[in-house]
Each structure stands twice: as C-alpha cells, then as structure tokens.
C-alpha cells in the first residue's frame, strides 16, 4: 500500500450509533489531518495532528473525537452524530505542517 | 485568519486555454498550493508557489504576485479529463478556497 488510505469508503449510521474512522499513512509523514468536505462548502479544518499530538482543533464538536495512536495512524471516532454531519471525510498527511497535503480518497458518510 | 477568494464556476471549450484566479488574505504566507478535486475522489497536488513569478508543469502554470496577494492556475490545451474543481489553499494551516468548478465542453 501507498500513500494514505482511509476505511471505509462509504458509511451510513444512524444518529445513535457509534462509528470510527480510519486513515493511514505510508509516507513516512510526522504529520496528519482530519477535513470535512460538505456540498458547495470549503474543505473544513477539523483536527491536526504534529508527532502524535494534537496540535489543533478548529471549534469541532465533541461528538467527533480523533485519535492519533502513532505517526502512520489516524482515527475519526464518531457518535450521537447529525444529519448535517454527512458529508465527505477526508484524512491528509504531510512531511510537516507548513508543506502540502496528501489526501486519502476520503469516507462519504451518511447520517440517517 | 484567512480569506481565500475564486469563482465558483467556469465553463471552458475543450482545446482552449483557461485561467482560474485566487486571491487571499493570510496573517502568515509560506506558499500557495493549487489542487484538482475530480467529483467524489480527493484531492490531488497540482502545484505549489512561494515566490513571486510562473511555475509551469506540462499543461498546468501556476502564478503568484504575493503583494498582491494573488494567483492563477492556466490550463493549457484543455481536455475533457480537466472537468473537476481546482481549489486554492494558503497559510500555515493550510486553508483552502471554496474551490472553481471547470467544466470542459466539445
């Protein structure tokens, strides 16, 4: 596998269900993004992660949680979510903050 | 914070040459990124300028006046494949535009 791979590719839940999402990376990245991607809006800044940390949180509900257990590693857990939180989910990677951004293909999810 | 401008929508003819514009405001510039989105895939690097002046890769140049905090991406030789959104993205962060639909026609 290269590159960043995200699972799965297509998700529906309901709004009491709990739900993760994974992202992985297999370029030696020190760097890892959750974006969210809605209809005719920006791709939105959710979470960065520096080395394993967490190094920013754009005013994201705490229905969405990340987690980043290493470097290559990144997960999107999610529950109680909303109808509005469907949208495309995308996970990024990069060498370091300032440089650009790999994406993965992304998770379509569906709140029902 | 940031504020990145480009039109939503253009419509080119397949053959011609487009140019997609983006203008911002950003409290801390290291460079400015142009990315392809074809619908429902992720998007894809296109180009990446920090100093003033044209990048050309093949069919895609990408420009950039920082004074006046602007850019454009030029599509050359234009095909039907280039049908997607072109998004813009710059600060520290890493914040994108809304990006441009492009639609190419016959």
């Known amino acids: 596998e290269t590159g960043v791979t995200q699972t799965p590719r297509h998700l529906v839940m309901g709004m009491t269900n709990k739900k993760s999402l994974k992202c992985e990376q297999h370029?030696?990245?020190?760097?890892m993004y959750w974006y969210k991607q809605s209809a005719k809006k920006p791709l939105e800044l959710m979470f960065v992660y520096s080395l394993e940390e967490r190094v920013e949180n754009n005013s994201v509900p705490s229905r969405f949680s990340p987690e980043c257990p290493n470097s290559s590693h990144l997960f999107l857990h999610l529950h109680t979510l909303q109808p509005e939180d469907s949208a495309l989910y995308l996970c990024?990677?990069?060498?370091?903050?300032?440089?650009?951004?790999?994406f993965g293909s992304g998770t379509r999810l569906t709140v029902v | 914070g940031q504020n990145i401008d480009q039109p939503t929508e253009m419509t080119a003819t397949e053959g011609a040459i487009v140019q997609i514009n983006c203008t911002y405001q950003t409290s801390g510039f290291n460079g400015l990124f142009w990315y392809q989105q074809h619908a429902g895939e992720a998007p894809t690097f296109l180009s990446y300028?920090?100093?003033?002046g044209l990048e050309e890769k093949g069919r895609f140049s990408s420009f950039l006046s920082r004074s006046k905090g602007y850019s454009y991406l030029l599509l050359k030789e234009l095909q039907m494949k280039d049908s997607a959104s072109y998004l813009c993205?710059?600060?520290?962060?890493?914040?994108f535009g809304g990006g441009t639909r492009l639609m190419v026609k016959p």
């Open positions: 300028n920090v100093l003033d």
């Open positions: 990024a990677s990069s060498q370091d903050r300032a440089e650009g951004r790999t």
């Open positions: 993205a710059v600060g520290n962060m890493l914040t």
């Open positions: 370029l030696g990245h020190n760097a």
